[in-house]
Nanobody
Framework: QVQLVESGGGLVQAGGSLRLSCAASGRTFSNFAMGWFRQAPGKEREFVAR????????YYANSVKGRFTISRLNAKNTVYLQMNSLKPEDTAVYYC??????????????WGQGTQVTVSS
């Protein structure tokens, strides 16, 4: 089993920054591809960013490219999402996700409970 716990969400003004963390426990962290999804009220869950097992390959949704950075520190079993230049439309519950494999799928096997990010105008 794998447990994922997000932290770092909160309220921030437009243009500000937040850093989300996802701490993993259970199976060896480096065996998992990791990523972030988000879901705004009344909207479908959408992909935000993903990172490979080694951390060498990353990919971002067009809506966050250039503003968000995903990274991982395998020694601490933690993945991060640095969010800069935040916009009100970034407001959502952000979910950490993991898959056993090299690449994160569109339907990850493991999910955190989410952390709320609210960006005010």
């Amino acid at each position: 089993q794998v447990q994922l716990v997000e932290s770092g969400g909160g309220l921030v003004q437009a243009g500000g920054s937040l850093r989300l963390s996802c701490a993993a426990s259970g199976r060896t962290f480096s065996n998992f591809a990791m990523g972030w999804f988000r879901q705004a009220p009344g909207k479908e869950r959408e992909f935000v960013a993903r990172i490979s097992r080694s951390g060498g390959m990353t990919y971002y949704a067009n809506s966050v490219k250039g503003r968000f950075t995903i990274s991982r520190l395998n020694a601490k079993n933690t993945v991060y999402l640095q969010m800069n230049s935040l916009k009100p439309e970034d407001t959502a519950v952000y979910y950490c996700a993991a898959d056993e494999g090299v690449i994160l799928t569109t339907t990850p096997n493991y999910w955190g409970q989410g952390t709320q990010v609210t960006v005010s105008s």
